[in-house]
């Protein structure tokens, strides 16, 4: 085994952890790892003896580095079921506590979905659900290994850890297979050994909060304590400071018993600066735990805000209506599944907060610290929610689960001013893990949860989606309301929402929106509706994300073009606008995310309702929730990846701008088109639309827009096709693009004259023979090997490695094409 280190920062002083306590010597181990997919006969083989190349040797294990997924690629292959099984990871640590009688510690931030580690060959832990954090105590394991012949001679004073992970099926867990995500395996959040003191803080309570009006805030401080060798007692020292850093507050406290949640401190803040969307203020926590042992230092945030659902009424945050405009998040990326970095999730968040949103749900799991964090500093009021989800109610196992990670949830995230509600569970009206579906025994159980989760935390407010007969036990409900989708079409949201809203006291609509193939667009998107029945509510039904069979309905039936989301988006935000009542809603989802249940999708595997792909590749959606969500001032003609228009020679074309600001002015081809005044009731694009008449061949579109003294500009350019087609008869492959030692290739579909097919929507199959590699399994319109052509034609990109490679293309019913990416095509 390879020698390994410990790497990444240690964090020498306070670190900022969203409540599970960490101390001051805490350090994230992720390089050094090996992994082996699939399992082994025993813990031996994890540790014994061999020499590369020997057969012992075998199972060959791979180097890795944390986090990882076992899924990182096939959970979007076209061609095979996500693996669910067990894998190991093993590592070599170079241990030196530097607390006398210390702890030594490892803190996992996440592991799916079943966990075992080893010491050596002793099992030290155990831990059942994939996105809570958990910690196992190695002291004595390690103390023992530190005995044996083999600590210093074999391992060389090195401590050899392993880990097994298994993301099996398994009817008695949460959340189901049923879900429409992928319940992942491998340790795919970030892994810490930590040291610590004889006596160090498991937990730390920080309670903030404040009156109406923000005249005076009341903090109160707790304690969990980790004694395992029961000294039980502790000196703590608490500073408090303020936004900018300034020292406010001071205490100290001698205390003689450590069991259960221990009060520390409570006081008083005056007119404190409160928290928001818009100012974000944050007040730090400092605390220290002294014992003879050594001192243990952490640092936790914390702000003051005070909120309210009104009854039959929106929602006021700080005594002020605020209008909820959010999105949901999978923990979900192209390349690495789950298991996203700290640059990753940062870079996501950022992307959610230029779009303009100040709220959003976690879907449907606990999620990272990090962007919890994240939701704190940026200003994003947060919905976070325990895997119920879908398939009915197990047994006791099952229901302990359900109950521990609620526990764990709101404990380890107790303290972030952005969570506003805690989320019970999600379309638990969907039957189908358990041969009997038991309405009763389920509201039971979401009655249990709901009467935990007020214990454990009687600030925040309880909530499910999509169970109406449990729609009574928690405080805030969303239905299922997908106007244009799943049912009905858009311009029903307000009165079918207006509808779900009187028959509960506290309303908030999560999931909605549509499925959009990045890439494809259409000259007459809305034509589906004519075929869509109106008038029976917009609720999304068991089977409505098939594909095929049942009533006429977008989600299977419409052309899944970025064209007709933007008008649905655009309408669904003009009107809640002039929804006085409306608390908010959340857009189902951010970005594109991997699921099993859909593999016949345009892009396989992969739910195509983000307003960004996979791998942060902005749709046009995107520049739509801009136009109104945000102030600084934009401008976005559609169709930036719309490169062929068509239609009759002197037919009019629409051209659409979104847009915040006031006016905006266009031009086509160096000529002023005139000026738009913008007005959001005006759809669509809130009146910044033009009819203009497209000249054969090249066109320049460019937009000048003005919000008071500010100028912003845009500008496209597209071909307009007069020549109409036929079916689709032969594939041409060419290189639209080369950078350093990738190229892009693309596939364009022609008629037997010819003539571009620019609404065939054939599945195509890129292959690669050669010293090159297809970067493919990324779940994108430009990253799958499988995909269904976007306005005829579809990419993917090549990784050259030096070499010569040739790719072919195949559809069904048409011939091969091949290209030698030297140029040469055959």
Same mark, same amino acid.
């Given at each position: 085994?390879?020698?390994?280190?410990?790497?990444?920062?240690?964090?020498?002083?306070?670190?900022?952890?969203?409540?599970?306590?960490?101390?001051?010597?805490?350090?994230?181990?992720?390089?050094?790892?090996?992994?082996?997919?699939?399992?082994?006969?025993?813990?031996?083989?994890?540790?014994?003896?061999?020499?590369?190349?020997?057969?012992?040797?075998?199972?060959?294990?791979?180097?890795?580095?944390?986090?990882?997924?076992?899924?990182?690629?096939?959970?979007?292959?076209?061609?095979?079921?996500?693996?669910?099984?067990?894998?190991?990871?093993?590592?070599?640590?170079?241990?030196?506590?530097?607390?006398?009688?210390?702890?030594?510690?490892?803190?996992?931030?996440?592991?799916?979905?079943?966990?075992?580690?080893?010491?050596?060959?002793?099992?030290?832990?155990?831990?059942?659900?994939?996105?809570?954090?958990?910690?196992?105590?190695?002291?004595?394991? %390690? +103390?023992?290994?530190?005995? /044996? =012949?083999? *600590?210093?001679?074999?391992?060389?004073? $090195?401590?050899?850890?392993?880990?097994?992970?298994?993301?099996?099926?398994?009817?008695?867990?949460?959340?189901?297979?049923?879900?429409?995500?992928?319940?992942?395996?491998?340790?795919?959040?970030?892994?810490?050994?930590?040291?610590?003191?004889?006596?160090?803080?498991?937990?730390?309570?920080?309670?903030?909060?404040?009156?109406?009006?923000?005249?005076?805030?009341?903090?109160?401080?707790?304690?969990?304590?980790?004694?395992?060798?029961?000294?039980?007692?502790?000196?703590?020292?608490?500073?408090?400071?303020?936004?900018?850093?300034?020292?406010?507050?001071?205490?100290?406290?001698?205390?003689?018993?450590?069991?259960?949640?221990?009060?520390?401190?409570?006081?008083?803040?005056?007119?404190?600066?409160?928290?928001?969307?818009?100012?974000?203020?944050?007040?730090?926590?400092?605390?220290? %735990? +002294?014992?003879?042992?050594? /001192? =243990?230092? *952490?640092?936790?945030?914390?702000?003051? $805000?005070?909120?309210?659902?009104?009854?039959?009424?929106?929602?006021?945050?700080?005594?002020?209506?605020?209008?909820?405009?959010?999105?949901?998040?999978?923990?979900?990326?192209?390349?690495?599944?789950?298991?996203?970095?700290?640059?990753?999730?940062?870079?996501?968040?950022?992307?959610?907060?230029?779009?303009?949103?100040?709220?959003?749900?976690?879907?449907?799991?606990?999620?990272?610290?990090?962007?919890?964090?994240?939701?704190?500093?940026?200003?994003?009021?947060?919905?976070?929610?325990?895997?119920?989800?879908?398939?009915?109610?197990?047994?006791?196992?099952?229901?302990?689960?359900?109950?521990?990670?609620?526990?764990?949830?709101?404990?380890?995230?107790?303290?972030?001013?952005?969570?506003?509600?805690?989320?019970?569970?999600?379309?638990?009206?969907?039957?189908?893990?358990?041969?009997?579906?038991?309405?009763?025994?389920?509201?039971?159980?979401?009655?249990?949860?709901?009467?935990?989760?007020?214990?454990?935390?009687?600030?925040?407010?309880?909530?499910?989606?999509?169970?109406?007969?449990?729609?009574?036990?928690?405080?805030?409900?969303?239905?299922?309301?997908?106007?244009?989708?799943?049912?009905?079409?858009?311009?029903?949201?307000?009165?079918?929402?207006?509808?779900?809203?009187?028959?509960?006291?506290?309303?908030?609509?999560?999931?909605?929106?549509?499925?959009?193939?990045?890439?494809?667009?259409?000259?007459?998107?809305?034509?589906?509706?004519?075929?869509?029945?109106?008038?029976?509510?917009?609720?999304?039904?068991?089977?409505?994300?098939?594909?095929?069979?049942?009533?006429?309905?977008?989600?299977?039936?419409?052309?899944?073009?970025?064209?007709?989301?933007?008008?649905?988006?655009?309408?669904?935000?003009?009107?809640?606008?002039?929804?006085?009542?409306?608390?908010?809603?959340?857009?189902?989802?951010?970005?594109?995310?991997?699921?099993?249940?859909?593999?016949?999708?345009?892009?396989?595997?992969?739910?195509?309702?983000?307003?960004?792909?996979?791998?942060?590749?902005?749709?046009?959606?995107?520049?739509?929730?801009?136009?109104?969500?945000?102030?600084?001032?934009?401008?976005?003609?559609?169709?930036?990846?719309?490169?062929?228009?068509?239609?009759?020679?002197?037919?009019?074309?629409?051209?659409?701008?979104?847009?915040?600001?006031?006016?905006?002015?266009?031009?086509?081809?160096?000529?002023?088109?005139?000026?738009?005044?913008?007005?959001?009731?005006?759809?669509?694009?809130?009146?910044?639309?033009?009819?203009?008449?497209?000249?054969?061949?090249?066109?320049?579109?460019?937009?000048?827009?003005?919000?008071?003294?500010?100028?912003?500009?845009?500008?496209?350019?597209?071909?307009?096709?007069?020549?109409?087609?036929?079916?689709?008869?032969?594939?041409?492959?060419?290189?639209?693009?080369?950078?350093?030692?990738?190229?892009?290739?693309?596939?364009?579909?022609?008629?037997?004259?010819?003539?571009?097919?620019?609404?065939?929507?054939?599945?195509?199959?890129?292959?690669?023979?050669?010293?090159?590699?297809?970067?493919?399994?990324?779940?994108?319109?430009?990253?799958?090997?499988?995909?269904?052509?976007?306005?005829?034609?579809?990419?993917?990109?090549?990784?050259?490695?030096?070499?010569?490679?040739?790719?072919?293309?195949?559809?069904?019913?048409?011939?091969?094409?091949?290209?030698?990416?030297?140029?040469?095509?055959?």
């Amino acid at each position: 085994m390879a020698r390994s280190f410990l790497v990444f920062a240690i964090i020498t002083f306070f670190t900022s952890t969203g409540n599970y306590a960490q101390d001051s010597t805490s350090v994230r181990i992720s390089e050094g790892w090996e992994f082996l997919k699939g399992d082994l006969g025993g813990i031996w083989e994890a540790v014994r003896p061999a020499e590369k190349g020997s057969p012992e040797a075998v199972p060959v294990w791979e180097t890795v580095s944390l986090p990882h997924s076992f899924n990182a690629e096939d959970a979007v292959d076209p061609d095979v079921n996500y693996y669910q099984g067990p894998g190991w990871y093993r590592t070599q640590l170079e241990i030196d506590n530097p607390f006398p009688g210390g702890r030594i510690l490892l803190r996992f931030e996440g592991a799916g979905q079943k966990t075992e580690v080893y010491v050596y060959t002793t099992r030290v832990g155990e831990h059942v659900g994939g996105y809570d954090e958990w910690t196992v105590d190695i002291t004595e394991a %390690v +103390e023992a290994f530190r005995k /044996t =012949a083999d *600590y210093g001679s074999r391992f060389e004073g $090195r401590v050899p850890v392993a880990i097994r992970c298994d993301n099996s099926r398994d009817l008695e867990m949460i959340p189901s297979d049923m879900s429409d995500f992928n319940l992942y395996g491998g340790i795919y959040r970030y892994l810490n050994l930590v040291y610590a003191p004889e006596v160090s803080a498991e937990n730390i309570f920080v309670r903030a909060e404040t009156d109406v009006k923000g005249k005076l805030g009341k903090l109160d401080i707790r304690a969990r304590f980790h004694d395992p060798l029961k000294v039980n007692e502790a000196t703590v020292h608490i500073r408090l400071l303020d936004p900018s850093g300034k020292h406010i507050g001071k205490y100290e406290k001698k205390l003689e018993g450590l069991a259960g949640k221990v009060p520390l401190w409570e006081t008083v803040v005056k007119k404190p600066e409160l928290w928001s969307p818009g100012s974000p203020n944050l007040y730090t926590v400092e605390v220290e %735990v +002294e014992t003879k042992g050594g /001192t =243990a230092r *952490y640092s936790e945030k914390a702000g003051f $805000r005070h909120f309210e659902f009104v009854e039959k009424g929106p929602f006021r945050l700080n005594g002020e209506r605020l209008l909820l405009r959010g999105t949901h998040r999978h923990e979900d990326h192209a390349g690495v599944a789950n298991a996203m970095t700290d640059e990753q999730m940062r870079e996501e968040m950022l992307l959610m907060k230029e779009m303009g949103i100040n709220f959003i749900r976690l879907g449907h799991y606990q999620q990272s610290r990090t962007i919890l964090n994240l939701c704190d500093s940026l200003g994003i009021l947060v919905w976070e929610e325990i895997p119920w989800c879908r398939g009915g109610l197990g047994g006791d196992i099952y229901k302990e689960q359900a109950r521990r990670m609620l526990t764990n949830m709101i404990e380890q995230h107790y303290n972030h001013p952005s969570v506003i509600i805690w989320g019970l569970g999600n379309e638990n009206d969907w039957p189908g893990d358990f041969a009997e579906f038991d309405k009763a025994a389920i509201r039971g159980f979401m009655s249990e949860l709901n009467d935990l989760s007020h214990t454990l935390d009687p600030s925040r407010k309880t909530a499910i989606r999509r169970c109406d007969f449990c729609k009574d036990i928690v405080d805030v409900y969303s239905p299922s309301i997908w106007a244009g989708w799943y049912r009905g079409i858009y311009t029903e949201y307000k009165q079918v929402s207006r509808k779900e809203f009187e028959k509960v006291n506290h309303f908030l609509h999560v999931e909605w929106g549509g499925d959009s193939h990045a890439r494809r667009h259409s000259e007459n998107p809305d034509k589906i509706l004519g075929r869509i029945t109106t008038g029976e509510g917009a609720d999304e039904r068991q089977g409505d994300a098939s594909l095929y069979g049942g009533t006429a309905r977008v989600s299977k039936d419409g052309d899944w073009s970025e064209s007709y989301i933007c008008n649905l988006i655009d309408w669904h935000l003009k009107e809640q606008e002039t929804m006085p009542w409306l608390t908010g809603t959340a857009y189902w989802p951010f970005k594109d995310f991997s699921t099993p249940l859909r593999p016949e999708n345009p892009v396989p595997y992969v739910n195509q309702k983000g307003v960004v792909e996979r791998d942060f590749t902005k749709k046009e959606a995107f520049y739509v929730f801009q136009s109104y969500w945000t102030d600084i001032p934009m401008a976005h003609i559609y169709g930036h990846s719309w490169p062929v228009r068509w239609g009759d020679e002197g037919e009019q074309k629409m051209i659409k701008v979104y847009s915040n600001c006031d006016e905006a002015e266009l031009f086509v081809n160096g000529k002023s088109r005139g000026i738009k005044k913008r007005n959001s009731r005006d759809f669509p694009a809130a009146g910044l639309r033009w009819m203009v008449v497209p000249e054969p061949g090249k066109n320049e579109v460019k937009v000048i827009a003005r919000k008071g003294r500010q100028t912003v500009t845009d500008s496209v350019s597209f071909r307009y096709q007069t020549a109409k087609w036929k079916a689709p008869a032969r594939m041409e492959l060419t290189i639209e693009k080369e950078e350093n030692d990738t190229v892009t290739v693309g596939v364009r579909v022609y008629d037997k004259d010819g003539i571009a097919c620019l609404d065939a929507r054939n599945f195509v199959r890129f292959s690669l023979t050669g010293d090159g590699k297809l970067l493919d399994n990324r779940g994108t319109s430009a990253g799958s090997r499988k995909v269904q052509l976007y306005n005829g034609r579809a990419v993917i990109n090549v990784r050259k490695h030096g070499g010569r490679s040739v790719i072919s293309v195949k559809a069904e019913g048409i011939p091969t094409a091949f290209l030698d990416l030297k140029g040469e095509a055959e």
